[in-house]
């Protein structure tokens, strides 16, 4: 029975595989972590999908005349940006306080913005953290650019 080989211990390539396995492993768990964690995360950093659905609404529905049309409605509009008060704009947007948003409307071939149709909160001079969506509606035969700015 000394000739046998059936009793013989671990050997080197053995102790490799399971080791890179292992090291594999611990490596998948930190970089998927951060990734499940994320949506609880409650960061004041911009967020790109609150804009894009803010603005999907405002100029889908909102201000406009009727779904799938970008036609500016000036009633909707009137009461959006000059009637309604600063936590009615925020619920109808879905925004809580946390959050800083400027919503306007800006004239597309001159750049003018309509004064009366701006709404939200001074956009700040260093804009690293704001999100800005724009949208484009058609009043009176011009072009005019919706812009959403969250930060």
Same mark, same amino acid.
């Given at each position: 029975?000394?000739?046998?080989?059936?009793?013989?211990?671990?050997?080197?390539?053995?102790?490799?595989?399971? #080791?890179?396995? #292992? @090291?594999?492993?611990?490596?998948?768990?930190? %970089?998927?972590?951060?990734?499940?964690?994320?949506?609880?995360?409650?960061?004041?950093?911009?967020?790109?999908?609150?804009?894009?659905?803010?603005?999907?609404?405002?100029?889908?529905? %909102?201000?406009?005349?009727?779904?799938?049309?970008?036609?500016?409605?000036?009633?909707?509009?009137?009461?959006?940006?000059?009637?309604?008060?600063?936590?009615?704009?925020?619920? @109808?947007?879905? @925004?809580?306080?946390?959050?800083?948003?400027?919503?306007?409307?800006?004239?597309?071939? %001159?750049?003018?913005?309509?004064?009366?149709?701006?709404?939200?909160?001074?956009?700040?001079?260093?804009?690293?953290?704001?999100?800005?969506?724009?949208?484009?509606?058609?009043?009176?035969?011009?072009?005019?650019?919706?812009?959403?700015?969250?930060?």
């Amino acid at each position: 029975m000394t000739g046998d080989n059936h009793d013989r211990g671990q050997t080197h390539f053995d102790f490799l595989i399971g #080791f890179s396995v #292992f @090291i594999v492993a611990v490596m998948f768990v930190f %970089t998927s972590v951060p990734g499940l964690i994320t949506p609880f995360d409650e960061s004041e950093t911009a967020n790109p999908l609150l804009a894009d659905r803010i603005a999907d609404d405002l100029s889908e529905s %909102t201000l406009v005349d009727s779904s799938g049309s970008a036609q500016l409605n000036e009633s909707a509009a009137e009461a959006f940006f000059v009637d309604a008060s600063e936590d009615e704009v925020r619920s @109808i947007l879905g @925004i809580d306080d946390r959050r800083s948003f400027n919503v306007s409307i800006t004239n597309s071939t %001159t750049g003018t913005q309509l004064d009366e149709y701006a709404v939200g909160d001074p956009v700040p001079d260093e804009t690293g953290q704001v999100t800005v969506t724009q949208r484009i509606l058609l009043a009176d035969g011009e072009s005019y650019w919706l812009s959403v700015r969250v930060w």
